[in-house]
């Protein structure tokens, strides 16, 4: 009887093995353009620095400088995973979250990030927050009734939603916030003052 318990259990075992592969595996398949749009660096890099980030807040603005300085100590060992985390702002920021999610898809993620943080004031103050977003789509290429279109598009608004979703269930309320091997750092200020110590770290157990 044992041996049946046994047989059974290593047959289980196999199967969540090959459900957890093809999990993984699916997971992979679906990594989309705009996901890929949205990792900076290179995609080999061992360290990855997930940043989970407000197109209105300053704080997120003003990080960039950090971030540039960590990739010029770090080259070819860092790579930055952007993550939308507008819960706590107002709605002109969803719709900016939008915007870059819409530029993600047409791989220009990064220099629409840099438009809306560079011109912060002009979109966050402004009534009609769509035309500046319409308008830096238009200086980066794209087309501006495509991105038009683009800015109503359910699937941009869930792929906002669900990251913002996943912030909050990490416990985060503070942005930026960051993770890198597991760690948390809330705020731009622990970030600065950690992530380097953390970075080496990381890079030793490599």
């Known amino acids: 009887m044992s041996k049946r318990y046994l ?52 704080h997120c603005r003003d990080v960039r400088k950090f971030i540039a300085q960590l990739f010029q100590k770090y080259p070819g060992k860092i790579k930055i995973v952007f993550r939308h985390f507008p819960a706590y702002a107002e709605q002109s920021s969803l719709w900016a979250h939008v915007a870059a999610e819409c530029a993600a898809s047409k791989g220009l993620f990064w220099p629409y990030y840099d438009k809306l943080f560079d011109n912060q004031k002009e979109w966050q103050t402004s009534p009609q927050p769509f035309v500046h977003f319409i308008k830096y789509a238009k200086e980066l290429g794209m087309n501006p009734d495509k991105f038009s279109e683009c800015l109503s598009n359910e699937l941009m608004i869930k792929k906002v939603r669900e990251d913002d979703r996943s912030g909050l269930r990490l416990g985060f309320q503070t942005t930026p916030s960051f993770i890198i091997g597991g760690e948390f750092f809330v705020g731009q200020r622990q970030f600065e003052a950690r992530a380097e110590m953390k970075i080496e770290s990381e890079l030793r157990k490599k």
Not at 18 to 41: E, L, P, T
Not at 44 to 50: K, V
Request: hydrophobic content about 50%.
């Open 7 to 58: 047989a059974i259990g290593l047959l289980l075992a196999a199967i969540l093995t090959g459900v957890i592969f093809y999990i993984r595996s699916q997971k992979h398949a679906d990594f989309s353009k705009a996901d890929i749009a949205k990792i900076k660096g290179d995609l080999a890099a061992p360290i990855e620095i997930i940043e989970y980030s407000n197109f209105a807040c300053d």
